[in-house]
């Protein structure tokens, strides 16, 4: 019985630092807020913010499968500002203005086929990871994405070495 009566006492003492933890770390997240609440966005970034989100919420339903920095840079190609970050989109081109994309999608015969009618090119396909990687002009992948069997087109993932990126 002299083990029990100590237990009272031990979930009281468990109790206070529990709140005593919660205490402080309220008080420490209301303090950053204060802090950061001195820093104002300027007119011109909150300009740019709210102009990038209502163009992501004006998406139709293939752009939002398909990776902002692709539709970013056609955006720039086709001369519209309209929502597009300012700062640079660096894709890579080939000598006929396709960009290398890695496509999630079900593979199959007609997914592939879609890709070459739209004048890209199959660089290589693993079907067991729903995965593609082409080379497409950026004007054609809105067409690709409606499809049903596509998930996201996103710019192809470079390999790392230790000196950097290798290219494609």
């Known amino acids: 019985m002299g083990q029990r009566s100590g237990f009272p006492l031990l979930c009281l003492m468990l ?9 402080l770390s309220w008080e420490s997240r209301a303090q950053t807020r204060e802090r950061q609440g001195d820093r104002k966005v300027s007119d011109e970034s909150a300009d740019q913010i709210q102009s990038i989100l209502e163009e992501k919420e004006s998406r139709t339903p293939a752009q939002k499968k398909i990776d902002s920095q692709l539709l970013y840079a056609l955006k ?15 894709l890579k081109l ?6 290398l994309v890695d496509i999630n999608a079900r593979v199959s015969p007609q997914l592939l086929s879609k ?9 290589s396909k693993f079907e067991a990871y729903h995965a593609v990687r082409a080379r497409i002009a950026l004007e054609k992948l809105e067409a690709l994405a409606s499809r049903a069997d596509v998930i996201f087109i996103r710019p192809a993932a470079e390999a790392m070495t230790d000196g950097g990126a290798m290219t494609n």
């Open 115 to 123: 890709i070459r009618r739209l004048g890209g090119v199959v660089v």
């Open 76 to 90: 720039q190609k086709r001369g519209d500002r309209r929502g597009v970050p300012p700062t640079p989109i660096e």
């Open 94 to 99: 080939d000598e006929k203005g396709r960009v």
């Open 15 to 23: 109790v206070v630092c529990v709140v005593s933890t919660a205490t």
